[in-house]
């Protein structure tokens, strides 16, 4: 299965799909197997790199709209 990613209004990227998540150390994040996880994009969550809720709760606003990059 392709790996799906899809941006939640004002909330987590939801990716959806068999992925491997690594820390920034390199180090392999245990997903659980799960076959979805919530990863956080407003940056308030306790338990990075997992979405905890906390966005809704200091009123994260995302992006509407994808914006396409440019190649340069
Ligand atoms: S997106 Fe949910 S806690 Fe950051």
């Known amino acids: 299965m392709a790996v799906k ?8 990227y939801i990716v959806e799909g068999d992925i491997d998540l ?3 150390t ?3 994040v ?8 919530a990863l ?3 940056g308030g969550s306790v338990a990075k790199p997992f979405c905890d809720g906390t966005h809704s709760k200091i009123g994260f606003k ?4 994808a914006v396409a990059q440019s190649k340069k």
């Open 22 to 24: 690594y820390d920034p």
């Open 62 to 65: 995302g992006a509407e709209a």
């Open 40 to 42: 956080c994009r407003c």
């Open 26 to 28: 390199g180090a392999k």
């Open 5 to 12: 990613i899809t941006a939640r209004p004002n909330g987590p």
């Open 30 to 37: 245990d997903t659980g197997g799960r076959p979805a996880v």
